[in-house]
């Protein structure tokens, strides 16, 4: 619906018009722009027309409106750490970025009823720390877990570490407040458990991009703190052993896990090479490793006995060759790092392609062997670094270009992202699983999801977006 003939009359008059209505620290343009316009991996570069940053709900819906009376487009923007260019506006400088960052306070807290109101600009950190206030858990971690805001985390349904035992952030969801295309202000922050009235709104908006339309507050479940936790990083001989270690964790306590985490040797070798402060506090390096959390909410359990007993078992079958436990917050955090150090150590390396799988739980394995060597027999010099949230079927399978000359991975990345895709298909898997379409994978939707589930969500679009007022670009073409 933007018009990319808008003249700088027209543009002048609706920056005028937003900062009279919003105050003239709402409205950013000029120089001010550039960090809205460009994605944290510095893959999409576009143009805002200006950016504008509302202070309350009220604030937003009036934007709409006003975005909308001129015929402009509006890009939500949270804190930028997606991966597809989701939050990023298009080159034609006609559509108007809207920050949700002013939008941070925590509304309101029931420690009887376990949730929390919070607005959608709270980082995702701040929302964590504030639950841990009242002796609660708010469970979704991620490694961009300090810029990441609720908004964006519900708008792309963000998955992380956690999601084996509390799901992504749409099981974590007990109510929305969202601004309509039409500016209209629907306030669903319920904080019920059961609530059987119809269709599920939230969850249409969770997952959807920002496309259906912008969510500024939400009602989320909390937990139980966790009062007692073991961290362990694990040294294996096969990606086969990752899973064979899973299911054995699960039998002694599947309700103890809280993360499970695969990394290959490559991506460990690029974050110890990498980045400085990190050792390795295993005897050698490994090929595969895990890295696995348990946690209880009571004080009197002894979880690094079950993991020394299933340890124990597994280095007699040969199934783990190493191990070490946290033996202080200090260790935990330095152990978690090998792996939230992932991304950046690759992104030190030198280019690289995200391909994030999700396959059957059970598949994970197979669909690591089988991937690496059709990959390998594309471009032997490749360096492989897959790693992520194999506990829930989700792997990051990154490839990471060969030392120097970039120029033959990048000739054949488009095959090496085929071929990726077409082992994740034979298992049934998805092409993202917690990182989203936006830009990046937009057009990939009608090979995976054409036929009835996307004529589902264009016929959804039509119905609470017809004009193409939201994110347009993003998710649907
Ligand atoms: C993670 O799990 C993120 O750390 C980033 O999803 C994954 O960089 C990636 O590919
Ligand atoms: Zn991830």
Redesign the pocket.
Known sequence: MTSALMSSGEKDALRSALSDALGLRAVLSGADTEGYEVDWRGIYHGRALCVVRPEDTQGVATAVKICRAHGVAVVPHGGNTG?VGGAVPDESSTQVVLSLARLNRIRDFDVIDMSMVIEAGVALQTAQEAAAGQDLLFPLT??SQGSAQIGGILSTNAG?NNTLRYGNARDLVLGLEVVLANGDIWNGLRRLRKDNTGYCLRQLFVGAEGTLGIITAASLKLVPALLSREVALIALPDARSALELLSRFRRYDAEALQAFEYMSGVGIDLVLDLIDGITLPLAARAEHYVLLEVGSSRRDVDLRTMIEAVLGLAFEDGVALDAVLSESEAQRQALWRLR?E??EGQARAGKSI?N?ISVPVSKTAEFLDRATAACLAILPALRLAPF??LGDGNI?F?LVQPEGDATLFVDRSEELIAVVNAIAREYGGSFSA??GIGQLKRDMLEEWRGGVELDIMARVKAALDPDRMLNPGKLLA
Do not use: F, I, P, T
Request: proline share 0%; net charge negative.
């Open positions: 991966m991620l490694s992380g939230e992932q991304a995200k994030d992520g949230h990051h990154n917690e990182h």
